[in-house]
């Protein structure tokens, strides 16, 4: 069964606190890319990684980081240096950079 | 700098109704533009893609189409179903550099039987 997975589904954090958000996919996709939702608005990209050990920031990369150390996994790290990090979190993969972004079932994190 | 827009934020239909959701978008200069569908709480499912070369793609009872010189996209929902409740997101892709997908903020719709 192929698909994009994240967990967990709902994150609790205190201020100050990094929490790391997972992603995986197996769906053999090189491209894969972390958006943050938040109410009554669009998607906006944290990062993408076009390919193993590489990625880039997107537009609304503070206080965000990111590793790519396996083509499967893509684990996004909200730091406490997010001033807002309360948001629904979407990760999404691609075949490349060309192709359609297909997303995972997405994680609230809530800043408590 | 692309920017995309839906119009309107929110629409409450009777079920069997057909309906007509706009997006409009400020570079004509797109490579595709993507429909996506948003259960409450869950992640995004793609409807319809339409590469700029398209005038419009068809699945089933939804057609969206693409109007590159005038930055417009419409996604027509024919027959309408207490189902089809559910936001409906579009996002433009940029021509050249990478899959960087610009998305609006979304219509709300709500189809009541």
């Given at each position: 069964?192929?698909?994009i997975t994240q967990s967990p589904k709902y994150l609790f954090r205190k201020e100050g606190q990094n929490v790391t958000l997972s992603c995986e996919q197996n769906l053999n996709h090189d491209a894969m890319y972390w958006y943050r939702q938040d109410p009554g608005q669009g998607l906006r990209l944290i990062y993408y990684s076009q390919i193993v050990n590489d990625f880039q920031k997107g537009?609304?990369?503070?206080g965000y980081s990111v590793s790519r150390e396996k083509k499967e996994s893509f684990p996004l790290t909200v730091t406490s240096a997010q001033?807002?990090?309360?948001?629904?979190?979407l990760c999404a993969s691609s075949l490349d950079r060309a192709?359609?972004?297909?997303?995972?079932?997405g994680t609230r994190l809530t800043v408590l | 700098k692309q920017e995309v827009t839906q119009i309107p934020a929110a629409l409450s239909v009777p079920e069997g109704e057909n309906?007509?959701?706009?997006c409009s978008f400020t570079d004509s200069a797109i490579y595709n533009l993507q429909w996506?569908?948003?259960?409450?709480?869950?992640?995004?499912?793609?409807?319809?893609?339409?590469?700029?070369s398209q005038r419009e793609q068809t699945s089933g009872r939804l057609?969206?189409?693409l109007d590159k010189s005038s930055g417009?996209?419409?996604l027509y929902i024919a027959a309408s179903q207490p189902g089809d409740s559910a936001t409906y997101l579009c996002a433009a892709r940029s021509s050249g550099g990478y899959n960087k997908l610009i998305f609006g903020a979304g219509t709300r719709l709500a189809v009541h039987p």
């Open positions: 069964d192929g698909g537009d609304i990369a503070e001033k807002n990090p309360t948001a629904f979190y192709d359609t972004q297909y997303f995972g079932p | 309906l007509v959701l706009n996506f569908r948003q259960d409450p709480g869950k992640g995004l499912t793609s409807l319809l893609l339409i590469q700029s057609n969206a189409s417009r996209s419409t």
